[in-house]
């Protein structure tokens, strides 16, 4: 099978294809820029954005690495789910392998070590048909569908199986990666194994905007990592379509929506906050009329006073220079939710931490960067020093307010 490697943000050299595998990655949802190089009908440069991961188009394969490298951004998405702090050892596997194998040898291994003392059960309500009283009769069926007959009896009761919501998502997980087209013989025997543990559990399609969650005790608690990895698969983008008679399939995650859940949380957890108090805002209004309408990544709530905002911004910029307009953007926050100042944070590499005093006005912007190499830990000491800066931030807005 033809193969193409590409990397975030960077252009490929010219590569052959045809006209129904150019109309294929033309969709919108794979990001692709593409470029005629013009030495040759039908070759092309291709540039990925920030989407990366598999995608199959008939034959052709093309695989996008993250310039971060798979094992981080695998890092930052677990913490991102349930602060699951997965280190970069654990997703240690050859560099050749493309994202939907890692993940797969990753769900793996922590199903492994999840099911090492057996599969959790749980009690699960049931209705049925009997001839024999089980649980409860439900008197009211029994006479609404059966009045005068005896026979089958109507009953609810709860029955202890392991065909529960964990188990669910993790052979729902597995299914979805199972799918598609793996390179690694290895990763595509243990997903068999996974799926042969969970013979006995019903199969659900779970959409990706609506992944349920789980709660933790000491119970569960074993199945925090299997978890994280189950709903980080069944959350980003299965990509299905048919064009023509050519297929295209695919695994993606796209970095803008990782590194602003990871910030997120991480902020959230260095202020020592709750999800109601830090979070991505609601919809405000730029205009006393209503009809402008804004939506910031990150806000901090006093009760309904908002004390500061920001934005959290992957994408990537030239010569390091932050675009007007995100300085615009973060301004109408500011502006909207009567604040002295907002901060933009991007990943280091991307833009040059800088604070930006507006004229004719006491606010200010200011932009910081988020280094992403090293350790998660190494990550969340960075964090906790930025969430200083979101502190210092929110003082001064309540400083003002109480003045006032």
Same mark, same amino acid.
């Given at each position: 099978?033809p193969?193409?490697?590409?990397?975030?943000?960077?252009?490929?050299?010219?590569?052959?294809?045809?006209?129904?595998?150019?109309?294929?990655?033309?969709?919108?949802?794979?990001?692709?820029?593409? =470029?005629?190089?013009? #030495?040759?009908?039908?070759?092309?440069?291709?540039?990925?954005?920030? =989407?990366v991961?598999?995608?199959?188009?008939? &034959?052709?394969?093309?695989?996008?690495?993250?310039?971060?490298?798979?094992?981080?951004?695998?890092?930052?998405?677990?913490?991102?789910? &349930?602060?699951?702090?997965?280190?970069?050892?654990?997703?240690d596997?050859?560099d050749?392998?493309?994202?939907?194998?890692?993940?797969?040898?990753?769900?793996?291994?922590?199903?492994?070590?999840?099911?090492?003392?057996?599969?959790?059960?749980g009690y *699960?309500?049931?209705?049925?048909?009997?001839?024999?009283?089980?649980?409860?009769?439900?008197f009211?069926?029994?006479?609404? $569908?059966?009045?005068g007959?005896?026979?089958?009896?109507?009953?609810?009761?709860?029955e202890?199986?392991?065909?529960?919501?964990?188990? *669910?998502?993790?052979?729902?997980?597995?299914? *979805?990666?199972?799918?598609?087209?793996?390179?690694?013989g290895?990763?595509?025997?243990?997903?068999?194994?996974?799926?042969g543990?969970?013979?006995?559990?019903?199969?659900?399609?779970?959409?990706?905007?609506?992944?349920?969650?789980?709660?933790?005790?000491?119970l569960?608690?074993?199945?925090?990592?299997?978890?994280?990895?189950?709903?980080?698969?069944?959350?980003h983008?299965?990509y299905?379509?048919?064009?023509?008679?050519?297929r295209?399939?695919?695994?993606?995650? #796209?970095?803008?929506k990782?590194?602003q859940?990871?910030?997120?949380?991480?902020?959230?957890?260095?202020?020592?906050?709750?999800?109601?108090?830090?979070?991505?805002?609601?919809?405000?209004?730029?205009?006393?009329?209503?009809?402008?309408h804004?939506?910031?990544?990150?806000?901090?709530?006093?009760?309904? #006073? $908002?004390?500061?905002?920001?934005?959290?911004?992957?994408?990537?910029?030239?010569?390091?220079?932050?675009?007007?307009?995100?300085?615009?953007?973060?301004?109408?926050?500011?502006?909207?939710?009567?604040?002295?100042?907002?901060?933009?944070?991007?990943?280091?590499?991307?833009?040059?931490?800088?604070?930006?005093?507006?004229?004719?006005?006491?606010?200010?912007?200011?932009?910081?960067?988020?280094?992403?190499?090293?350790?998660? #830990?190494?990550?969340?000491?960075?964090?906790? $020093?930025?969430?200083?800066?979101?502190?210092?931030?929110?003082d001064e807005?309540?400083?003002?307010?109480?003045?006032?």
């Amino acid at each position: 099978m033809p193969k193409i490697d590409l990397q975030e943000y960077r252009q490929s050299e010219p590569v052959s294809l045809s006209l129904t595998e150019l109309n294929a990655l033309k969709a919108k949802e794979l990001s692709l820029t593409i =470029t005629p190089t013009g #030495d040759a009908e039908g070759t092309y440069y291709l540039t990925p954005s920030s =989407t990366v991961g598999a995608l199959e188009v008939g &034959d052709l394969s093309v695989l996008i690495e993250p310039k971060i490298g798979i094992p981080q951004l695998l890092s930052l998405a677990c913490y991102a789910i &349930d602060k699951v702090e997965f280190q970069r050892e654990q997703f240690d596997f050859p560099d050749e392998y493309a994202l939907p194998d890692v993940l797969a040898l990753a769900l793996a291994s922590a199903a492994r070590r999840a099911f090492t003392c057996g599969l959790l059960h749980g009690y *699960r309500m049931k209705e049925e048909e009997l001839y024999t009283v089980r649980g409860r009769i439900r008197f009211d069926e029994q006479i609404r $569908c059966r009045f005068g007959i005896p026979l089958p009896i109507e009953v609810r009761y709860d029955e202890f199986t392991d065909d529960i919501l964990a188990n *669910r998502l993790v052979k729902a997980a597995a299914y *979805r990666l199972g799918r598609m087209r793996l390179y690694s013989g290895k990763a595509r025997t243990d997903l068999g194994w996974v799926a042969g543990m969970l013979d006995n559990v019903s199969l659900i399609a779970f959409p990706p905007k609506d992944v349920p969650e789980i709660k933790f005790d000491r119970l569960n608690a074993h199945y925090r990592e299997v978890i994280a990895l189950s709903q980080l698969i069944l959350r980003h983008n299965a990509y299905e379509a048919d064009r023509g008679k050519v297929r295209t399939s695919g695994f993606l995650m #796209d970095m803008n929506k990782v590194f602003q859940e990871f910030v997120t949380v991480a902020l959230r957890e260095a202020l020592g906050l709750n999800e109601r108090t830090f979070r991505e805002s609601s919809i405000c209004s730029l205009d006393e009329a209503g009809r402008v309408h804004l939506r910031p990544d990150l806000t901090w709530w006093d009760g309904s #006073d $908002c004390t500061f905002v920001g934005d959290a911004k992957y994408k990537r910029i030239e010569n390091q220079q932050v675009p007007n307009a995100d300085l615009y953007q973060l301004l109408a926050y500011v502006a909207a939710l009567g604040l002295p100042g907002g901060m933009l944070i991007y990943a280091k590499g991307e833009a040059k931490p800088v604070v930006h005093k507006i004229r004719h006005s006491d606010k200010r912007l200011e932009v910081a960067a988020l280094d992403l190499s090293g350790s998660l #830990d190494e990550i969340l000491a960075r964090v906790r $020093c930025l969430a200083e800066q979101v502190r210092a931030l929110r003082d001064e807005a309540r400083g003002l307010r109480r003045a006032a």
